[in-house]
């Protein structure tokens, strides 16, 4: 549904690499089916339902593939983002947000009628408005209670949580379980960091638990985790599904993480770089180069993108253009400046925005160097901000 | 063009504001109209060409209605922007940026058969490229030499200019002057560091003149200038063209430069925010508030947004959220929290970035506290990366 009629595709299947335009969203497929994989097998081979974040993908196509290798179903952030891939086919979907605008709430539970969907609550306002909603459309959802463990962001706290899920109850809906994502846990540096992230909202968890257990409400589900810390609140004993999203792409920024996917006694997963914006050198001085490819073309929010080729520094060259200029190396040597016309490749910051910037992934098969393209997916929920 | 068949619209025209889906990108129509007047004033009565970049805001009806108050057409920094404003009637505009791929030059030949076009050039592979491609297509186009004024971005040293100049001529293309552009001025928060900066980039550019008039080579104008330093442009004898963007709706990082606008001699030309996302309060904790956009509702490279309403600050909450907190006021006081559902109308660090992440501007007249949509027009160049 993102395909803009005024846009040409950057490539069409059977394209040479060297033919796609840029700047382009390129994923490598065969590092991404090897990251699916390693995903899909920790969570089976550890009794772990997996239910990754399509907002880091935003793709009918991602999701089924996720599917396909054991995912319960998908996460995303936005009504919207759960409409279209509804329409685009994904049978599950959970939104693992707040939403409290009536006029949203009816289109929930519209769509609560066409697929099993799941819904994170944090207030009574929001409950009740969910419920009404839900009771005037003469549909059901699954409603999470979203806490606070640590992110400082939505969230009740751990000791309101039975008040929270009484008052689901009451209202007539189904209490599915906690939601308990710590967002900014995920990208801190060292392993021992996270780790006292997690064990302090681990910890947190269990309060709330015991909360609910003092209201008498049996807790069904701990929702939670990120590529970052998922082999952490695996290792936790609470969490019982794990909505890791990066994984299937990995960005720079998770890569600067010492040992992600680590956990004791959870042995280790390690993912690979599979999503690249490909970019073009349109310019060149006396000691640097500029690439085709700005922060209209790559999310800066988490730093500016690795040059995959190594030997270069990525300076913000502004909206459309990124500034290469070559660092020395450790047997001090130096890069030569690229020419005119070569191709750069781009590992994003942070690869969610950096998708939503785009209307089209560029598959390839067989390597960046010498693949070929395989498939031009939508990005089907690109944009979808409501 | 932009529109996605899967996104819906976040309001109609004849709507009140709040009835407008969050988050959503509002102009506040009137401001924008007060914007455009004092900038084509500014130009007419000094004698300058008007060409804004339409990079901001990357839209048709915008453009058109900067040509009607007086523009003599608009610049873009991408090939598919131009593609696509001139496929929506826009008949005049400037690539401000150099092109080096021969499939990305056929089409820009292609384009200069449908409309006026121009384009910069900084190399000679890029020179001899662009005459190529002019001569299999037939066409012509006006190519501008940019030099590098400060930037340390793309441009030739001004001391090149005269070689690369007479080797458009000799190429047989016809060239239009020199592109000399500064962003990183626009940005200095001091008027006088502003002003320094554009009496050296001045400098630069009568070097560029002298190198010209050495090689023989007359110059017809000289192009550039931003929101931030325009005035000093205009006040320094060398430019002919102002380029400015941001002026038709202002961000938060323009607003917060000291006396922009300003100039010796030149006066004072004030601009104000016509640009908003309309954000709404989805949770509320014990210090903070959360609203429902995040960095991938409005472009962070310039910092976080400001809040119109005053009173609070913005902390980044990631691609889906924002979260304020009450800051003391001048007085000792501290605003109280804003309700669930409530509206925190937000101003963009930076316009264009943000306008990118849209795929619709919803028009406001009569103000933001109690007016009425009036137009919904796409930003049809939304996504125009390559």
Request: aromatic content about 4%; proline content about 4%; overall charge negative.
């Amino acid at each position: 549904m993102s395909h803009n009629a005024g846009l040409r595709a950057p490539a069409q299947p059977g394209d040479p690499v060297a033919a796609i335009d840029t700047p382009a969203l390129v994923i490598d497929l065969d590092a991404m089916a090897r990251n699916l994989a390693a995903m899909a097998a920790f969570a089976s081979e550890r009794g772990f339902r997996l239910r990754p974040h399509a907002k880091t993908h935003k793709s009918a196509a991602i999701a089924k593939l996720q599917m396909a290798a054991g995912a319960v179903g998908v996460c995303v952030q936005k009504l919207s983002e759960a409409e279209v891939l509804a329409e685009h086919g994904v049978p599950d979907i959970y939104i693992s947000n707040e939403i409290v605008d009536e006029a949203k709430l009816a289109r929930v539970a519209a769509l609560a009628g066409r697929i099993r969907l799941a819904i994170a609550v944090d207030s009574r306002t929001g409950i009740d408005r969910l419920a009404a909603a839900l009771k005037a459309a003469g549909t059901r959802a699954d409603v999470f209670v979203e806490i606070d463990v640590g992110q400082g962001r939505c969230g009740t706290s751990p000791a309101a949580a039975g008040e929270l899920a009484l008052r689901v109850l009451s209202n007539g809906l189904h209490f599915a379980g906690l939601q308990a994502y710590h967002g900014g846990a995920q990208h801190l540096r060292s392993s021992a960091e996270r780790q006292v992230a997690i064990e302090h909202a681990a910890a947190l968890v269990r309060t709330a638990l015991a909360n609910l257990a003092e209201a008498g409400i049996q807790c069904p589900l701990v929702t939670g985790a990120g590529t970052g810390t998922f082999a952490l609140e695996a290792a936790s004993g609470v969490w019982g599904e794990l909505q890791c999203g990066s994984y299937v792409f990995m960005d720079r920024d998770y890569a600067d993480n010492h040992l992600a996917g680590s956990a004791p006694g959870m042995g280790q997963v390690a993912f690979e770089h599979a999503l690249f914006v490909k970019s073009q050198v349109m310019s060149v001085g006396a000691a640097h180069a500029v690439v085709d490819a700005g922060h209209k073309s790559h999310a800066i929010d988490s730093g500016m993108p690795g040059v995959w080729q190594g030997g270069f520094e990525f300076r913000n060259g502004g909206d459309e253009h990124g500034i290469l200029s070559p660092v020395t190396q450790a047997d001090g040597r130096t890069a030569a400046l690229p020419a005119i016309g070569d191709t750069v490749w781009l590992i994003p910051g942070h690869c969610d925005p950096t998708v939503n910037l785009h209307d089209r992934y560029i598959g390839v098969r067989g390597g960046l160097a010498h693949g070929v393209v395989e498939s031009t997916w939508a990005v089907d929920a690109r944009g979808c901000l409501t």
